[in-house]
């Protein structure tokens, strides 16, 4: 029998632009992404912060009219699948700084 933990990939705060490879999935295992939280801070100008895979597919994306506001977040809940070897970027744009919290499962493959 096999035993199925949540695990954190990704817990950055203050990103600002593209933060490349924030997490890579383990050759010889699969990551399933349960949870997305993309918080913001106050903005000012139009943008949007958005998690990317490998091949440049956006899976969550947060993003921003021009005007005042106060912090937002956006949360996703899912089961988008990341294969062996490919990786989660971050990135921000309009000058946005925001914190990601990514979870999910990270399966042994047969």
Do not use: K
Not at 58 to 85: D, L, N
Not at 91 to 110: K, N, Q, V
């Amino acid at each position: 029998m096999s035993f199925v933990y949540s695990t954190r990939f990704v817990d950055l705060a203050g990103v600002s632009g593209l933060y490349p490879d924030a997490y890579t999935v383990p050759l010889g295992q699969l990551a399933v992404v349960r949870t997305i939280i993309i918080s913001l801070g106050s903005n000012i100008t139009a943008g949007d912060a958005r998690v990317i895979t490998g091949s440049g597919a956006v899976i969550a994306i947060h993003g921003e009219g021009i005007g005042p506001s106060g912090p937002t977040s956006t949360y996703f809940s899912g089961r988008t699948v990341v294969p062996p070897g490919d990786s989660l970027s971050l990135e921000t744009t309009g000058g946005y700084i925001a914190d990601f919290t990514i979870s999910g499962y990270l399966l042994a493959l047969p």
